[in-house]
């Protein structure tokens, strides 16, 4: 029997720690370290006689944590996929500084992605680890391996992905490709002048993904010499991968001793055309007056245009034990795509230190909208009344209210009221129902009847659709008695 490694996973301020034990494998199963085949959907893990000849990189020794000095906060935002790292829309995960293949790691996420890249000193493959809830690799089966081949001339570098499967039992895990869909992972990278860019897309729901501001991933990158993703061998299923904490945010600060930032927005979730407000606190938290040189807020990366740029040079010192507040205030252009958007201010000293921060906010839609028949399915009995709910989400600040049109309906079905009226919907982030009501008549055949319609505000349209699900009459009769 060989010893294997087994493990327990605890949280000590934030980071990882691992408490290794020793239990028993069979002496058929290989070593740690040396490559391992994906096991059987029976958990039964074998080997050939002859161990096969390790790809370059499969001696990656997981179970030591990268040293290398890491930025855990990862503010919100959605960078543009084309394989070009522009640093004002990437956050600097961690930097490797020795070893064969130095680079830097970035991340970054929005409501629908986790978005991973490197930047490194020559052209490398990849191996990105995320444990999507942070619980220990070998827990769960939220355990994702991805393997993305070294960047091309006009292709996008190549992909292999694999879940590590531990929910059954830490001590039998599994690789598996199951439930993974490869082909929504996005990629996309570069070389110029030796340095190679890859950048990387993981959908949420992809093995548990769940990116959300307050959450905390498992995140790790290796660079090793370029290789077809392919050619890589993973690690034995039951060998620990230690990872690092990235810690999913809205906000992030960079302070001073003494000098405490604090940014808060009036919206997070905002439509195009509204007004935005922003509040920051400087706390003084040192026995002196601390003057200010000046206030400048600006949007950083995609949002350079997105808000106004505003410096104050004759900003208020700041007493001894007190926080001063700053207000900012900017209109989003009424044609402001949607996407994820980020305000910073920074504040210079007189002695020109400075402390930023910086906050996210996504603009959406204003209204989402849907119509929904009931009851569905819809039994005639006579004349029979539906009722054509009209179901609307609103991001519009106060109150929502725009026009509804009935554009198609059966023509002998008799609608109550007019076809154009009214909908309103009270309060931002709110939901609200308008109800059509339509009397069909008792000769009403069976099948499947289409409804247009389309809800207007100001010089937007949201068109909608359903279908009317009828049935006879005689599915309300009960079947004859039998003698």
């Known amino acids: ?9 605890y949280k000590l301020l934030g980071i990882s720690v691992f408490l290794m034990g020793a239990t028993c494998f069979p002496a058929a199963q290989t070593l740690p370290g040396l490559p391992a085949q994906t096991a059987p959907s029976t958990q039964q893990t074998t080997t050939s006689s002859t161990p096969p000849t390790p790809a370059p990189g499969s001696s990656v020794d997981f179970r030591t944590r990268p040293p290398w000095p890491v930025a855990a906060h990862i503010l919100k935002r959605t960078p543009d996929m084309n394989g070009i790292i522009q ?7 961690y930097t490797v500084t020795s070893g064969p293949i130095t680079g830097t790691v970035f991340c970054d996420w929005d409501d629908n992605y986790l978005y991973v890249a490197a930047r490194t ?10 444990d999507a809830s942070d619980n220990g690799w070998l827990r769960g089966s939220d355990n994702l391996e991805l393997v993305v081949g070294p960047a091309g001339p006009n292709q996008k570098p190549a992909l292999v992905a694999r879940v590590l499967d531990a929910s059954s039992a830490k001590d039998v895990p599994f690789w598996t490709t199951q439930g993974l869909d490869v082909n929504a992972i996005l990629t996309a990278g570069r070389l110029i002048n030796g340095t190679q860019e890859v950048e990387v897309a993981i959908p949420k729901d992809t093995a548990g993904l769940l990116p959300t ?6 995140l790790r990158v290796e660079f090793i010499p370029p290789i077809a993703p392919t050619a890589y061998t993973p690690t034995a299923p039951y060998e620990p991968h230690l990872l690092l904490d990235a810690n999913l945010v809205n906000s992030e600060v960079q302070t001073v001793p003494g000098i405490n930032p604090h940014l808060e927005l009036s919206d997070y979730r905002c439509i195009a055309g509204q007004k935005l407000f922003a509040t920051l606190f400087l706390l003084n938290q040192t026995d002196q007056t601390i003057h200010l040189r000046s206030v400048l807020w600006q949007g950083t990366g995609n949002s350079k245009n997105a808000v106004d740029t505003i410096s104050t040079v004759t900003p208020p010192s700041l007493p001894p034990h007190k926080t001063v507040k700053f207000g900012y205030k900017t209109i989003l252009p009424k044609d402001l795509p949607l996407g994820n958007y980020t ?7 007189d002695d020109g230190r400075q402390v930023s921060a910086s906050a996210s906010f996504t603009v959406v839609e204003p209204i989402e909208a849907h119509l929904q028949p009931y009851p569905d399915p819809l039994y005639i009995s006579g004349t029979t ?4 709910r009209v179901v609307i989400t609103s991001a519009v600040p106060d109150h929502f209210r725009g026009r509804l049109e009935i554009l198609q309906y059966p023509k002998a079905w008799q609608l109550e009221g007019k076809p154009e009226r009214s909908v309103v919907v009270y309060g931002e982030d709110a939901t609200g129902t308008s109800h059509v009501y339509f009397n069909l008549p008792a000769d009403t055949k069976p099948g499947d009847y289409p409804i247009e319609a389309r809800i207007i505000w100001f010089d937007k349209t949201w068109p909608l659709h359903c279908t009317v699900h009828v049935v006879g009459n005689e599915a309300l009769t009960p079947p004859p008695n039998k003698k």
């Open 121 to 130: 000193s020559q052209p490398a493959t990849l191996i990105i680890d995320v």
């Open 1 to 9: 029997m060989l010893p294997v490694i087994k493990h327990s996973t």
């Open 87 to 93: 640093d004002d829309q990437w956050n600097p995960f």
């Open 385 to 388: 009344r539906l009722d054509l």
């Open 343 to 349: 305000l910073q201010v920074t504040a210079t000293l």
């Open 213 to 218: 501001a307050g959450a905390t991933i498992g």
